[in-house]
């Protein structure tokens, strides 16, 4: 290996590293429930009061906050964002963005008691929020 060679190696190496640092230390830019709820109410105002009522309590569409909801059939969060994110609006549905549909959810987790606000949203862990009694 001649000493350019040698100087590449090195640099390789010192790149590699600090790739593997900054994976390791990087914290993802998670928002909490709170935070996607906040604007989740207002997408939730704009595109589903008509049919569940400005509070969730149902009115062509079934209930969808509070004593009335019967989320219980989607078992945890992941499937009730996976079943809001293909059917919901029901008058045009799949037509807001994978945000806005996260946004939604937890709006309705957070009215439901099932998240709170300060917690982290964690896509990968929707799965672990239960909407079981
Ligand atoms: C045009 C009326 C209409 C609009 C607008 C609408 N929905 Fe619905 N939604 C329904 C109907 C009807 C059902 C029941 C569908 C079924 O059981 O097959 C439903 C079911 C649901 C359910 C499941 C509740 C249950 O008990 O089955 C959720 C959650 C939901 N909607 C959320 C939303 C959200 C969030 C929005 C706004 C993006 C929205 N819906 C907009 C009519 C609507």
Known sequence: ?????????FLTIVVLFL???????????????????????????TYCTECHGA????????AVIG?????????DAHK??????????QNNPGSLSDEEYRQLVSYL????????G???FNPDELALITLLP
């Open 1 to 9: 290996m001649n000493r350019l060679q040698h100087v590449g190696v």
């Open 19 to 45: 790739a593997l640092n900054a994976c390791g230390t990087a914290q993802p830019n998670q928002p909490t429930f709170g935070q996607l709820a906040n604007t989740g109410q207002s997408v939730y105002a």
């Open 55 to 62: 509070n969730g309590e149902g009115i062509t569409g079934p």
């Open 67 to 75: 004593a009335e909801a019967n989320l219980v059939k989607f078992q």
């Open 80 to 89: 009730l964002l996976a079943y809001v994110s293909a059917a919901m609006p």
């Open 109 to 116: 987790l957070i009215a439901n008691q099932r998240a709170t």
């Open 118 to 120: 300060d917690q982290p």
